[in-house]
């Protein structure tokens, strides 16, 4: 036994000796946060933030200025450019109501036998990306397209639908509308139907009623749709680009960073007019739809009442809705047509058809398709994980600032994908490759991580949605026998929520598969480029539009199974939770 | 403005292939505070609203004074209906819900205001005319609503179960302002609930519907003290029902039960039968044996402040009995052999 000191204490670690704020106790799910939150800085934030701090530099000297904005509202074309890309969107979100507007009415007002046909056939659209049609389309309303063709020989006039603007709005509003018909027929089976029989009770009906009661009170989807499209349309490359209409927002700084270079401040300029113009639209949005929660439906009420319509009606209604299917399907058919004619060119079809263009395509496309799969599966893979983290973290942890990563992981809807392809360009072209030693920023790498960003808001939505249906008593139950943190988070939770994350990972991979606005800044080599700057690349070429369109079938083959599959695994898993528990 | 009574001839009404109507006859005197009693499903929302022109057409005639309704659109009909949820737009400010009908009506607007002002009188709300309903209890919804569609003048007063989404001491309070207002204007008025009390304390006469027919038609205290039907018996508060059979013996007649028991009946009962309804506050629980009287055992005593209510096994089935309260007094144990007293002077035969 000694005397100086007692035998049965240990010696106190290093940790235990410092004072106890430089050693904070840290659990697992902190260390995760931490990581995220870095990335999601590194990867976002800075790279926005830096092309925030360019615009206001002077490409000089690196003094604050304002001088860039003085410099582009002094120029003539980008103040033309502000304007066309304002003037685009907002009529893109008139032509996109008008779609939008008599389908939502017909299928939610009327006992209409085709209104799951128009339900699921207004999805169309989405599952291709819009540049893609844009050519299709060209081919069918340009002037010397089928519908004109048919126009001049007959009644010896054409009408201009694809010239310059009018082509980006056409394309845009056939291509978006399905966000106004989504929500707003949403908000109009949201109504309950006392709302409007007290409105007739009391003496009113038809376009009166509709006008004054039922779409005000469908009012707030409408506009949540109707900012979604103005943002999208704003912000959208590709489409003006394959249409080869320049004078715009998106196109002119993407054509000033590649053509001119990454120094250039005008890129920068405009992608700052681009965020805040994003922002504002949402904020505005927001602000009008805070307090105008209109969705009424009491227990048991059902809607609006549905009306059997008189056979004019019918007529009418059918003949409506066949107009707009045949306009919402035009880019679809035309570029099925484009993808097995041989020569289409100032004919209202194609001259003869083959499969040639699909064996060009694969031919000169497998480079494509493989970087696609490769891009797209890291991305999605990387937000699922990362969704599934910040989901559990935000609602079941109460660590601090998680929903400051709940919000700036979201953040990334507002930001459109040309200024984070010029916030990547600036930022990573400073770095180089660990190793190999090329520049980071034409590392492929870079575009998956784009893409992973770009996707991480929706992969995030659908892991939260999945963790809500995860009954907390479930964890509390395996933590009181005895399971860890970890092993109820890897034994209990994740697999109860596998349908919503392999739902939010197909969803991330197909439409990363066929994005192109942040792609296209990024790709340094063909040998690098995804699909869709495949598609963009043959689409340049009349002789290349064959095999181009055959790429874009693929393309939306690709997206079509991805939003089928995602649907099949939603309702699956919902089955299967309502089948296990009643609750 | 003069008031029109309400003629229902021979209505039927069919969801799909479900009948839900099934041959309803009923007449409604102007002025009158009529109440359509009945469970869920027994139809009388569906009459309320074929009334008011919602729903399917159905067959047979509504006539509205003289006016024959069914076919007519329901804006064009001028009946006025309260809707269960309230239905204020969420969009309107209380005074443009208000305003609303006299807006479709195409008055004036400097003649709208006068009148919007004195709907929202008197249900006193004035001073709320600028809120959103979003912004108003329960109970003033519900009195915007009554402003809305009273403000137009409507020839009728239609109520679809007003009160259930109010809570209970807010019910009472609203079921006599609903009377008062009812009064006050004189509205012939059809008030649909499932709640029996509502309907005892605010109809002059009301109808008890099942099953898509009307029961019975009568004030409350008509169909509470001879219901036609076993139905209405049961459905009115709590009937003791008891089988067995008349007999008579030259002037007098008793009900004999299953067990053998006599209850004499009063004279001039009805004379057959096999049923007899026995109110719980009309018998008493006695230690002795008597005339009148069954043997039976006390199953379960619930004690209700006021009343203690006993559960007996008698007459060959479980028999409620309702005993009123006295301080101090303990009343029956449980298991306890009894003797229960019916006093038949008001009994019913069915």
């Known amino acids: 036994m000694s005397l100086t000191s007692s035998s049965d204490g240990q010696r106190p670690g290093l940790a235990d000796r410092l004072p106890s704020w430089l050693v904070p106790n840290l659990s697992g799910l902190h260390i995760i946060a931490i990581m995220i939150a870095l990335l999601l800085i590194g990867l976002l934030l800075v790279p926005v933030a830096q092309v925030m701090i360019v615009a206001f530099q002077d490409p000089a000297t690196g003094a604050a200025t304002l001088q860039n904005f003085v410099d582009f509202f002094g120029s003539a074309l980008f103040r033309e450019s502000s304007w066309n890309s304002f003037y685009v969107s907002a009529m893109s979100v008139v032509v996109a109501t008008a779609i939008a507007l008599p389908l939502a009415y017909i299928t939610t007002r009327f ?80 109504i309950d139907r006392s709302m409007e029989e007290a409105a007739q009770n009391l003496g009113s009906h038809g376009l009166r009623l509709f006008r004054r009661i039922v779409f005000p009170l469908a009012m707030p989807g409408y506009i949540a749709g109707a900012a979604l499209v103005f943002i999208k349309v704003f912000d959208d490359l590709g489409t003006p680009l394959l249409l080869n209409v320049n004078n715009m927002l998106a196109p002119q700084a993407f054509l000033r960073i590649s053509s001119i270079g990454i120094s250039d401040p005008m890129g920068y300029v405009i992608s700052v007019i681009l965020v805040v113009f994003s922002v504002l639209s949402l904020w505005a949005s927001f602000l009008f739809m805070r307090g105008k929660d209109y969705a009424t439906v009491q ?147 870079i575009i998956a991580l784009a893409l992973m960003i770009r996707r991480l808001p929706y992969a995030l939505r659908a892991c939260t949605a999945a963790l809500q249906q995860v009954s907390l008593a479930l964890e509390e139950a395996a933590e009181s026998l005895g399971a860890t943190k970890r092993r109820t988070i890897q034994k209990v939770v994740v697999p109860l929520m596998t349908g919503g994350i392999l739902a939010g990972f197909v969803t991330s991979f197909a439409t990363a598969a066929v994005e192109l606005s942040a792609t296209i800044m990024l790709v340094s080599s063909n040998n690098d480029a995804p699909l869709a700057y495949g598609i963009y690349l043959f689409m340049q070429t009349p002789s290349g539009r064959g095999a181009g369109a055959a790429l874009g079938i693929v393309a939306v083959i690709v997206v079509a199974i991805g939003t089928i599959a995602s649907q099949i695994i939603i309702e699956r898993d919902k089955k299967l939770k309502a089948s296990s528990g009643d609750h | 403005m003069e008031k029109k009574g309400i003629k229902i001839e021979d209505v039927h009404l069919s969801f799909g292939s479900t009948e839900v109507l099934k041959g309803v006859n009923l007449e409604i005197k102007p002025g009158e505070f009529f109440a359509f009693l009945g469970p869920s499903g027994s139809g009388k929302s569906t009459l309320l609203r074929a009334i008011a022109g919602f729903g399917p057409d159905p067959r047979g005639r509504i006539l509205i004074g003289n006016r024959d309704v069914v076919g007519m659109s329901p804006w064009t009909r001028n009946v006025g209906m309260v809707f269960q949820s309230y239905a204020l737009w969420p969009h309107m400010s209380v005074r443009d819900n208000v305003g609303f009908g006299l807006k479709e009506r195409k008055l004036p607007t400097s003649q709208i205001r006068p009148k919007v002002d004195a709907a929202l009188d008197l249900v006193d709300l004035s001073h709320l005319a600028d809120r959103m ?167 379960h005593k619930e004690f209700l402040g006021s009343q203690i209510r006993y559960l007996v096994a008698a007459g060959g089935t479980e028999i409620v009995v309702d005993q009123s309260h006295s301080a101090g007094v303990d009343g029956f144990d449980t298991g306890a052999l009894v003797h229960l007293q019916a006093n038949t002077s008001g009994a019913v035969v069915l």
């Open chain 1, 111 to 190: 006992h209409f036998s085709g209104s799951i046909l128009i339900q699921s056939l207004g999805f169309i659209p989405l599952i291709m990306p819009p540049f893609v049609g844009a050519v299709a389309m060209q081919l069918i309303f340009g002037r010397n397209g089928t519908v004109n063709l048919i126009l001049r020989d007959n009644f010896g006039f054409s009408i201009p639908f694809m010239e310059g603007l009018n082509g980006v709005i056409l394309v845009q509003s056939i291509h978006y509308f399905p966000f106004i018909l989504i929500n707003l027929s949403a908000s109009l089976r949201n």
């Open chain 2, 133 to 299: 309903p979003n912004q108003l209890s329960g109970g003033q919804q519900q009195r915007i609503a009554l402003a809305r569609t009273v403000v137009v003048e409507p020839e009728v007063l239609l109520l679809d179960e007003p009160l259930s989404n109010l809570d209970a001491s807010l019910r009472v309070q609203m079921r006599r302002e609903l009377l008062r207002l009812q009064r006050q204007l004189g509205l012939t008025t059809i008030f649909v609930t499932h709640d029996q009390e509502e309907a005892n304390t605010t109809s002059d006469r009301m109808a008890v519907l099942d099953g898509g027919v009307i029961q019975q038609v009568g004030t409350p205290q008509e169909l509470y003290d001879t219901p036609a039907n076993l139905f209405v018996a049961n459905f009115l508060g709590t009937a003791n029902i008891l089988e067995g059979r008349v007999e008579v013996d030259g002037a007098d007649a008793r009900f004999v039960t299953k067990t053998g028991d006599p209850l004499s009946l009063p004279k001039g009962a009805v004379t057959s039968g096999s049923n007899i309804v026995l109110r719980p506050q009309n018998i008493s629980i006695t230690k002795k044996a008597g005339a009148n009287a069954l043997e039976g055992k006390i199953l």
């Open chain 1, 299 to 445: 227990k048991g009420g059902g809607g609006i009442a549905k009306r059997t319509l008189k056979p004019a009606e019918k007529a009418l209604a059918y003949g409506t809705v066949i107009f707009i299917l045949l306009l919402v399907l035009s880019p679809h058919i035309g570029l099925l047509l484009l993808s097995f004619g041989t020569i289409w060119s100032f004919a209202p079809l194609p001259d003869g058809y083959t499969l040639q263009n699909y064996i060009t395509m694969w031919e000169g496309s497998k480079t494509f398709i493989m970087n696609t799969i490769l891009y797209a599966g890291i991305a999605a893979t990387l937000d699922v994980i990362i969704g599934t983290a910040i989901a559990y973290i935000v609602i079941r942890t109460n660590i601090f600032g998680r929903k400051a990563l709940d919000y700036l992981a979201t953040a990334a809807l507002a930001v459109p994908g040309v200024v984070l392809g010029i916030g990547y360009l600036r930022t990573f072209h400073q770095f180089d490759v660990p190793f190999t030693g090329e520049p980071m920023a034409s590392w492929w790498v």
